[in-house]
């Protein structure tokens, strides 16, 4: 079946815009995260959900982030007033039900460049 | 706080030669470990993970991982790397409960004709 998938595969944007980045989880897979990819940091864990729901949202950087899933599927994360700082890959993975033994699958990103 | 730690950023090895990234993990209860691998401009991919039973623990492409309680480490090797080997490699770890899964910052494999 298919993977995750996650779009735009690319966005640049000016400093002060909002961006919207998409997220399609493995269709049935309950658990959907947000990571951030920058250079040199590793991956950084921004928001989970169970479902529509949000149990950790501890990794947000700041209140301009913000993410939202609708009908236990797709998920938006959101950016708004973005910074240089912001430029990142955002990475989206789903798993079946949210136990953290579970292997994440992951999309391919989504390379967000804030001049 | 759980916390990853992979020692090297980066990390030349020549095709057909061996090679092991380090990991190593600080958790005072027990941990599930796993390695990912992210070849380039993909997303990441689990190599193998270790969630209890025999500490040697095989993945895919030849890989294989040794959890090592008393150095808390969890070192990924593989006998003979081939250019494909090429990616960058994420050691990981999970405490249970409603802990996240922490990532370490990644190895850069570079294989060397």
């Known amino acids: 079946g298919a993977g995750v998938s996650q779009s735009p595969s690319n966005k640049v944007t000016e400093k002060g815009k909002d961006v919207e980045l998409r997220c399609d989880p493995i269709s049935g897979h309950t658990a959907l995260y947000w990571y951030r990819q920058s250079l040199g940091q590793g991956l950084e864990f921004l928001i989970y959900f169970q479902g529509n729901s949000a149990p950790d949202k501890s990794g947000l950087p700041s209140d301009r982030f913000s993410a939202e899933r609708t009908g236990g599927s797709v998920s938006t994360l959101t950016i708004q007033r973005t910074q240089q700082e912001d430029s990142a890959v955002y990475l989206c993975?789903?798993?079946?039900?949210?136990?953290?033994?579970?292997?994440?699958?992951f999309g391919p990103g989504t390379r967000l460049l804030v001049l | 706080a759980q916390s990853v730690t992979q020692l090297d950023s980066q990390v030349p090895v020549f095709e057909e030669a061996p090679v092991e990234l380090r990991c190593n993990y600080s958790s005072s209860v027990s941990v599930y470990l796993f390695w990912y691998v992210q070849y380039p401009n993909q997303g990441l991919q689990l190599l193998l993970k270790?969630?209890?039973?025999?500490?040697l623990v095989k993945g895919i492409n030849g890989f294989e991982a040794e959890f090592n309680k008393s150095q808390t480490s969890f070192h990924l090797r593989k006998p003979s790397v081939h250019i494909s080997d090429t990616a960058e490699y994420f050691c990981?770890?999970?405490?249970?409960?409603?802990?996240?899964?922490?990532f370490g910052t990644g190895t850069k494999l570079q294989v060397i004709p």
């Open positions: 993975a789903s798993s079946s039900l949210g136990q953290g033994v579970e292997t994440q699958y």
């Open positions: 990981a770890a999970y405490s249970g409960g409603y802990q996240k899964v922490t």
């Open positions: 270790y969630l209890s039973g025999s500490t």
